[in-house]
């Protein structure tokens, strides 16, 4: 079956310029999560969309990024006014709905996001 | 206390050896435990997760939890040069569905 699709895989962008990175979760996950990975660093969560709940927000680092869902199917992440510092490979990963297992996801291939 | 450490690395070991990679967590990230491997350039994939006390075992893998003294461990055995990644430790509170990730741990297998 189908993984977890992200696209594009590697985005140049100019300082100041909004991007759009896309997510396609595995069929049947109602969990979904965005993540943002600098050189050489862990994971940073970003934020979390499980079904039609409201999505848990806390990891965006500011007001420059915003995420949508709709239901259990794809998901965009938007960065507005782009800085050098969001320069990363911001992965998605998808996972069934459960307090437990939540923790058992699947990732994406991520998108790296190069802000010149 | 971060939530969840792990010792950055690398760690080195010789092939055929068995890799131990180890976790602490605070009280707040008690619950379940998983160890995904990420390989340079690549994303995180899954390897074990660990709900109880003890150890679990899938082919050279085995993950050892102690609730008590809150570390979770990954044991390889049988190493090989394929086996060299980071390994990142994740662990979930009971009522949470978002899980922390440790730093990860560099594991070195050479020949």
């Known amino acids: ?116 | 206390q971060k939530e969840v450490e792990q010792n950055s690395g690398p760690l080195s070991v010789p092939e055929g050896a068995i890799a131990s990679l180890n976790c602490t967590y605070s009280d707040r990230v008690s619950q379940s435990f998983f160890w995904y491997r990420q390989y340079s350039g690549k994303s995180p994939e899954l390897i074990m997760s660990i709900y109880s006390n003890g150890d679990k075992e899938d082919g050279r893998f085995t993950a050892q939890l102690n609730k008590a003294s809150q570390y979770v461990s990954l044991l390889i055995r049988d190493s090989q040069p394929s086996d060299s990644a980071t390994y990142l430790c994740a662990g979930a509170s009971g009522g949470s569905y978002i899980p922390t990730f440790g730093r990860g741990t560099s594991l070195i297998v050479h020949p």
Do not use: M
């Open chain 1, 1 to 116: 079956g189908a993984g977890v699709s992200q696209s594009p895989s590697n985005k140049v962008t100019e300082k100041g310029k909004d991007v759009e990175l896309r997510c396609d979760p595995i069929s049947g996950h109602t969990a979904l999560y965005w993540y943002r990975q600098r050189l050489g660093q862990g994971l940073e969560f970003l934020i979390y969309f499980q079904g039609n709940s409201a999505p848990d927000k806390s990891g965006l680092p500011s007001d420059r990024f915003s995420a949508e869902r709709t239901g259990e199917s794809v998901s965009t992440l938007t960065i507005q006014r782009t800085q050098q510092e969001d320069s990363a490979v911001y992965l998605c990963a998808s996972s069934i709905s459960s307090t437990s297992r939540g923790g058992e996801q699947f990732f994406g291939p991520g998108t790296r996001l190069t802000v010149l």
